[in-house]
């Protein structure tokens, strides 16, 4: 059984930053990506990042060049920098995985952006 746990979410002021993680388990076959979502409320779950199994990463145009996506293959580990933040970064952040075996999220964690 795969199983996605994010942490690191939590409330910070407006410039501050955060580190999220996702603590990947259980087999999944094949690793095709692994990607960070995030959604608001009244909002549609949002891709935020991705990184391939090569480690091509790219990035939702609003995030770049304040979030640095990685991750620690031997580990299972997959990483969100979040520097900079905004109010309009405020969301519930889902880690998500896809492999040969399906796609697969984790229960999510809350960050909130005071301004």
């Known amino acids: 059984q795969v199983q996605l746990v994010e942490s690191g979410g939590g409330l910070v002021q407006a410039g501050g930053s955060l580190r999220l993680s996702c603590a990947a388990s259980?087999?999944?076959?094949?690793?095709?990506?692994m990607a960070w979502y995030r959604q608001a409320p009244g909002n549609e779950r949002q891709w935020v990042a991705y990184?391939?199994?090569?480690?091509?990463?790219n990035y939702l145009d609003s995030v770049k060049g304040r979030f640095t996506i990685s991750r620690d293959n031997a580990k299972n580990m997959l990483y969100l920098q979040m520097d900079s933040l905004k109010p309009e970064d405020a969301a519930v952040y889902y880690c998500?995985?896809?492999?040969?075996?399906?796609?697969?999220w984790g229960q999510g964690t809350q960050v909130t952006v005071s301004s």
């Open positions: 998500n995985l896809q492999a040969s075996s399906g796609t697969y």
């Open positions: 259980g087999s999944f076959g094949r690793l095709n990506l």
């Open positions: 990184i391939t199994s090569g480690g091509s990463t």
